[in-house]
């Protein structure tokens, strides 16, 4: 029989392979969050209020602006009562967790970042026509700033209360929630506004979707991600 000594004797002679990792300094401490994480119902009652404090503002801004005279009117009633069912339910599926707890994939938000300007431009081009003469440069330039201004507590609202709530494509997520925030900025102008001239309705009105969109996804790209 083999001695065990034998069997041992040139255990030494074998380099460590993990001799290099002796050299390392050692990984510096973990600190502990800032702040304690919400619990699930905490952030949901923080979403909802967010939401309605954002719904509260368009409302606000719309009734000091003025409602437009002809906002009864099928041709305007119609496409608004559109968009607001598109915020619901676009907001339900980026903010809803599906089966298991899991967030909607990124497919499902990519199409909800498409189908948002696609609805609005549809919407639009069924409602709106060409002006007979061109609108003043001033007349673009006050919806613009209306709109965006409807638009701006809704996107601040909405980086506040889900910084560090993204699990997966934070970008992606942002730019869909964003878009759905320009997308209640347009209900809010289109209350308004009583142009219908499509350059106008498109561009000026429609300018918080493209604003939303972008800059949902630089907030979701830096402070999204769980």
Not at 12 to 20: F, G, K, L, Q, R
Not at 48 to 77: E, H
Not at 110 to 129: D, E, R, Y
Not at 191 to 210: E, K, M, N, R
């Amino acid at each position: 029989m083999t001695d065990e000594r034998d069997l041992l004797e040139g255990l030494e002679d074998i380099p460590d392979p993990a001799a290099h990792l002796a050299g390392r300094p050692p990984p510096p401490p973990m600190a502990a969050p800032a702040e304690p994480s919400l619990t699930r119902p905490a952030r949901e009652r923080r979403v909802v209020s967010a939401i309605l404090a954002g719904l509260a503002w368009v409302l606000l801004l719309t009734w000091i602006a003025g409602f437009r005279a002809d906002i009864g009117s099928p041709r305007v009633a119609i496409p608004l009562a559109l968009w607001v069912l598109l915020s619901g339910l676009g907001l339900r599926l980026a903010l809803t967790p599906r089966a298991r707890g899991l967030p909607a994939g990124v497919r499902a938000l990519q199409a909800l970042v498409a189908v948002v300007p696609v609805g609005f431009l549809a919407a639009a081009v069924a409602t709106s026509g060409l002006a007979d003469g061109s609108l003043s440069l001033m007349a673009h330039l006050r919806c613009s700033a209306i709109a965006l201004g409807m638009a701006l507590l809704p996107l601040a609202l909405a980086a506040l209360v889900l910084r560090r709530s993204f699990l997966s494509a934070p970008a992606w997520r942002g730019a869909a929630i964003g878009a759905l925030c320009g997308l209640g900025a347009v209900i809010g102008i289109q209350a308004h506004c009583s142009y219908d001239d499509l350059v106008h309705v498109t561009f000026a009105h429609g300018l918080p979707i493209a604003a939303g969109a972008l800059l949902g996804a630089a907030a979701g790209a830096l402070r999204g991600r769980a």
